[in-house]
């Protein structure tokens, strides 16, 4: 664009110059030549202006908005990937904030929980088989009571069978005595074979109570170890979990590290995008500019005003709005752009 831009200059320059030399050697003296006479090379500089000014002019133009429309297009680009990142970085912050201080602890506190339900199961089946162990140290006492009265029952029986035996050797003195000793005898018979029911109905009952206990005993113990693993497992996930967050954590604190460094780059980038519209500016004081040349080489061929590079040039530089544009008018070389006029957006 700088070649395009000095290459336009030139030969509007070099236009000028040749025109203005001609006029001071191959132009006649106002003794040699009329004054009215026509300057032909005057006419050929005003077709040359009138012919070369609009396709310049047009190729500015065409090069401004190229310019113009592809660094707008890179800045909405560039402005999509800062808001972009400014969503991914609000997004993984709230989500690495959540899980750290609210789901993770929230998790931990529910699983706990589901532990703890199991640890009151299992406890109150313990108390279940101390329960059961209680029944059958009762069971165990109730057969005791009853052998007692098996032997109460024999020892009757035998009081009632010597009692029967002294009645009849008394005689018929006895015979009322003999009937008691008899029915005394029967009621020790009916005693001794219930208690002997009873005894056997505890057996009984003590070989179940056994039973259940032996199996309440080995699913507690299976429980037991059950929850015991269900507690370490749980514990262990909680652990990995942890850890894994702790390397989430640090992975999306380098990401959004890097995150904020591209940003920063690419805000920086935006910034020095800004020369477009100086550019823009200078190209739109050059094009106007140049779109003055015919006319100022028509009026010096019609002999109207010379033709002075002087009244274009002094035209141009009251459009500078910028100091480099000034610099270089002055100096007729490049400037370098002051980066403190910058205007930040």
């Known amino acids: 664009m700088a070649e395009t831009l000095i290459a336009v200059i030139s030969l509007a320059v070099g236009a000028a110059a040749g025109y203005w030399l001609r006029g001071r050697t191959d132009r006649p003296g106002p003794a ?102 209680s029944l059958l140290g009762l069971n165990e006492e109730l057969r005791r009571m009853s052998g007692e009265v098996t032997r109460i029952a024999a020892q009757t029986n035998l009081l009632a069978l010597n009692a029967a035996i002294e009645a009849q050797r008394v005689g018929e003195a006895g015979a009322a005595f003999g009937v008691v000793a008899l029915e005394v005898r029967q009621l020790a018979d009916r005693s001794q074979n219930t208690s002997e029911r009873m005894v056997e109905k505890v057996d009984r009952v003590a070989e179940a109570i056994t039973s259940v206990l032996a199996t309440a005993e080995a699913n507690a113990e299976r429980e037991g170890n059950a929850v015991a693993h269900a507690n370490g497992e749980v514990q262990a996930v909680l652990d990995d979990l942890m850890s894994m967050l702790s390397r989430m954590q640090n992975s999306s604190q380098e990401l959004e590290q890097a995150a904020v460094g591209i940003r920063g780059e690419i805000g920086d980038s935006l910034v020095n995008l800004q020369f477009q519209d100086r550019v823009n500016q200078m190209l739109e004081h050059l094009r106007d500019n140049i779109g003055r040349f015919p006319e100022v080489a028509a009026s010096a061929a019609a002999g109207v005003a010379p033709l002075d590079a002087k009244v274009l040039l002094d035209e141009l530089a009251a459009r500078y709005t910028m100091a480099e544009e000034h610099q270089a008018h002055q100096s007729g070389t490049p400037v370098k752009v002051n980066e403190s006029e910058i205007t930040f957006f």
């Open 32 to 133: 040699t030549l009329p004054a009215a006479a026509p300057d032909r090379y005057a006419n050929d500089v005003s077709q040359f202006a009138g012919a070369v000014a609009p396709v310049w002019s047009a190729q500015i133009d065409s090069s401004r908005n190229q310019m113009e429309n592809a660094v707008g297009q890179l800045t909405e680009k560039f402005a999509g990937i800062v808001e972009n990142l400014d969503s991914v970085l609000t997004s993984s912050t709230g989500v690495l904030d959540e899980s750290s201080g609210g789901a993770f602890d929230r998790s931990r506190e529910r699983l706990g929980g589901v532990v703890g339900t199991l640890d009151d199961a299992l406890t109150g089946k313990r108390q279940a088989l101390e329960e059961l162990h």
